[in-house]
């Protein structure tokens, strides 16, 4: 098994933060981008409604893991 230091933790840690971050930035983009389709009532709004809705639930748990 493989001990890392504190250091190499420390840099997987702020490297699995600045993931999250960027990844949050990307998906309020795309969930945005989904929100301002979906106000008409056609098929293809309701998929945007779905997409806002999918981006939204994963915002909220990706909130969880960033500190």
Do not use: H, P
Not at 11 to 20: E, G, S
Not at 29 to 36: E, G, M, R
Request: glycine fraction near 2%; proline fraction near 0%; charge should be negative.
């Amino acid at each position: 098994m493989i001990t890392l230091t504190e250091k190499e933790k420390a840099d997987r840690f702020d490297a699995l933060q600045t993931a999250f971050l960027i990844t949050q930035k990307r998906y309020t983009a795309q969930k945005l981008d989904a929100t301002s389709k979906y106000r008409d009532a056609s098929i293809i709004g309701a998929y945007n409604k779905g997409l806002a809705d999918a981006y939204e639930q994963v915002l909220d748990d990706l909130e969880r893991w960033i500190i």
